[in-house]
């Protein structure tokens, strides 16, 4: 069997001169390939250069190369120099497929286009909820994947129901983007928003819409309590607001200083953070005894000015869905800024809940949105933005070096990477050292198959990216019932269960949390987890600090451009910070990846573990902050359970272990033990009923599952943990879809 490995090698170089020249053909060579994709797209209008990306091998870049005369083509950048022909021919290999699949997205954005005006005319509430919140009915979306089924050049397409959502998502930008002005919206809006019993509703929604949640519970505001939670959270802001503005400047001269926050900090004068916020509660105590406000016409002289803004513009719809509610400013720490933020503060709301109250029952939007489709439809190569590549890399298709041929002296070779992509006459020869690490003598076997390498520049480093065929690897056998059933969380970055299905039973657990991956070794000969002496294991806390640097980098951000928009000096450091911040969560949840998925196939290649399961969470999606909490909301843009899945992918099919994903519903409710024996509860689909499977569903306390079955016929009191029964599951499920 034959397994192709990817490499990477840092190259050293000799001198500051030698990679301030190589940085300067990066630069040029990517300068090229985006002058390359602006040619291509030049014949966009021409019917037949689709035909031209319709070859999906990497034989099609090199006839495209010739029909569009691209060796004719020079970048106006570091004329001195001068490619050669094979790098030339190189830089046409990413914008070719770069343009082919913006072909293809174009062709798919057309065909919804056409798909959507038909729904739209027989279905008008789903044209109110698309340009409402972006949304379709999930029956309409699965026809529309169903048409979809082929692209452009009739090759067989699977897109996801998430991925046609993205399409339909930047399908509504660009119409809110390009709305036309129509009269008949107009006097829908004048009809709905000038009406008294229309706005009387309006003003009582907008009164009694503010909400506080606690513990994931939303508790309305009452009408006659409004007024003191709005005075309590301006009083909260100030105070926020102000404790970080005096951390910043504690030290520095803000005499002439126009914000209100800093003239307040600058007039009480104090060093002392805990002095200073004793005088600042002094000051803002008149806040707390100060008049009375009257709401109702407050807010109705509001609407007022709403209706006229939204009826007067260019664009009523645009300015109706999208409006852009940006942070309320401290005008001045008196009843005059009071009375200031809940202006703002009742217009935003009133802006928030009017898209709901106006399209309620009006379906005269139709028309509007039909003429911009159209427009949209019609001017679609313009609207896309044009694909444009940023990193700086170097693919070397051409056999640019051969390892073995490139010097006489093996040992010499062994230490070094040949570089030459310029033409004759300019210095061309760059001979580049590799790092000193025990995977470079795997390039020189006997049993493998060298791939053109890729050069990247990164940071003023290169790096070689080496694929290659190792051949001749031998796969032992394994037990075909020995499965493996894993549940992927937070808490637990893993929970295995693995399960001997001849018997039906679990044959070993484990619970790989930060701690079992980095506090602790397994040992492939006892199976058993050994303690690392002085190691920090507690990465999730390093995760955290470094969220909480994030969000005072990014807090001092929006300070600093609010109070200093002109000093872009200072505005680039706090970048750099910031970037350097997430370059450092990146690495953390890489190795994450990486030290999880190796203990996973050393834990499958001890019980001789035949196939690796998943829970299928395609489907999945991202849910608020209010929602599923501050933790679990921020994690979830940055988890990466699929990246786990695919680093276990990669390295399983070296030691022939199978991976692939199973159906993910109810997988955490129905009971484990009461599913073993039945066949319904297993065999789940996206069309079951929950209300025909309700005798297998337990509940779940936190991390504690509980079946509902308390009798000796089935078990006596059930419970253990909650991801383990999830795994449980996923390992007694069938598989829906193959990996490897």
């Known amino acids: 069997m034959s397994q192709i490995i990817t490499r990477k090698f840092g190259l050293k170089v000799d001198n500051i001169e030698k990679i301030d020249k190589i940085q300067k053909i990066f630069l040029k060579f990517r300068d090229f390939e985006n002058l390359i994709i ?21 034989i099609g870049y090199k006839t495209a190369y010739d029909f569009f005369n691209i ?23 990413y914008p070719y497929f770069a343009i082919r699949n913006y072909l293809i997205r ?5 065909r919804i286009i056409d798909l959507l005006k038909i729904l739209f005319l027989n279905h008008p509430s789903d044209c109110i909820k698309f340009i409402s919140n972006g949304t379709v009915s999930r029956q309409h979306l699965i026809s529309i994947q169903r048409e979809l089924s082929k692209n452009i050049y009739k090759e067989r397409q699977s897109l996801s129901i998430e991925y046609l959502v993205n399409h339909i998502n930047q399908l509504r930008k660009l119409l809110l983007k390009n709305m036309v002005s129509n009269l008949e919206m107009n006097d829908l809006l004048n009809k709905s928003l000038k009406d008294p019993a229309r706005m009387k509703h309006i003003i009582s929604e907008s009164l009694n819409g503010f ?21 309590k959270f301006f009083i909260t802001s100030i105070k926020r607001r102000s404790t970080r503005l005096f951390k910043i400047y504690m030290d520095k001269d803000i005499s002439k200083a126009k914000s209100p926050l800093l003239q307040m900090i600058n007039s009480i004068g104090t060093d002392n953070l805990s002095d200073f916020k004793h005088e600042r509660d002094i000051v803002l105590g008149s806040l707390e005894s100060s008049a009375d406000i009257d709401l109702y016409p407050l807010c109705k002289d509001i609407l007022k000015e709403v209706v006229e803004n939204i009826t007067s513009s260019e664009c009523p719809l645009y300015k109706l869905i999208a409006p852009k509610f940006r942070p309320i400013p401290i005008e001045s720490v008196d009843d005059a800024g009071f009375i200031e933020y809940i202006k703002i503060k009742l217009h935003y709301k009133v802006m928030s809940i009017l898209p709901d109250i106006v399209f309620k029952e009006n379906g005269g939007i139709i028309t509007p949105v039909l003429d911009t489709i159209n427009l949209i439809r019609g001017r679609l190569s313009d609207l896309l933005n044009v694909p444009r ?25 062994g230490q070094s990477f040949i570089f030459t992509p310029l033409k004759k006459s300019a210095t061309t020869y760059f001979k580049l050292t590799l790092s000193n690490t025990p995977r470079k003598e795997a390039l020189f076997r006997d049993d493998i198959y060298i791939s053109p390498p890729i050069l990247k520049l990164q940071n003023r480093k290169l790096i070689l990216i080496q694929p290659f065929e190792q051949k001749g ?31 039906g039973a679990e044959i070993a657990r484990y619970f790989l949390g930060q701690k079992a991956i980095f506090g602790y070794k397994f040992n492939q000969d006892s199976g058993k987890f050994i303690q690392l002496s002085d190691v920090n294991w507690n990465i999730k806390r390093k995760l955290m600090h470094l969220r909480s640097e994030v969000r005072d980098v990014q807090t001092k951000k929006a300070l600093y451009e609010t109070n200093f ?53 395609s489907w999945s999606k991202h849910s608020r902050k209010a929602v599923s909490g501050k933790w679990i ?32 519903r109810w997988s955490s409710q129905i009971c484990s033990h009461c599913a073993k024996s039945n066949g319904v509860a297993l065999n789940i689909t996206m069309r079951s009923n929950k209300n025909h499977l309700h005798e297998y569903f337990g509940t779940r306390v936190g991390k504690q599952f509980r079946c509902k079955h308390n009798d000796d016929v089935l078990h006596h009191k059930f419970e253990l943990d909650s991801d383990l029964n999830a795994a449980r599951n996923v390992s007694m499920r069938p598989l829906i879809r193959l990996l490897t």
């Open 38 to 58: 602006t040619r291509l797209l030049s014949y966009a209008d021409d019917t037949d250069f689709i035909e031209h990306f319709k070859r999906k091998a990497k």
């Open 71 to 93: 060796n004719r083509l020079a970048p106006q950048t570091y004329l001195g120099l001068d490619f050669k022909e094979r790098m030339k021919r190189a830089a046409m290999y």
């Open 106 to 110: 174009k062709n798919n954005l057309a």
């Open 211 to 231: 909400s506080v949640q606690r513990k994931r519970h939303e508790i309305k505001i009452k009408e006659n309590e409004l007024l003191i939670y709005l005075k």
């Open 389 to 413: 590549i940023k990193t700086l890399t170097i693919n070397l298709p051409f056999r640019e070096q051969l390892w073995k041929n490139a010097l006489e002296d093996f040992d010499e070779l």
């Open 473 to 503: 690897i031998e796969i032992p056998d394994l037990n075909n019932n020995i499965e493996m059933g894993i549940d992927l969380g937070l808490k637990h970055f893993a929970v295995i269960s693995i399960r001997d299905k001849r018997r």
């Open 565 to 617: 928009p002109n000093d872009g000096k200072r505005r680039f450091h706090i970048n750099k910070i910031l970037t350097c911040l997430w370059d450092k969560i990146n690495r953390v949840h890489l190795e994450i990846r990486n030290q999880l998925s190796h203990r996973i196939l050393q834990i499958a290649q001890y019980h001789g573990v035949s196939i690796v399961k998943f829970e299928d969470l």
């Open 633 to 664: 909301a921020y994690h979830q843009i940055h988890w990466f359970h699929s990246k786990i899945i695919q680093h276990v992918v990669q390295a399983a099919k070296r030691i022939g272990i199978k991976v692939g994903v199973v159906n993910a």
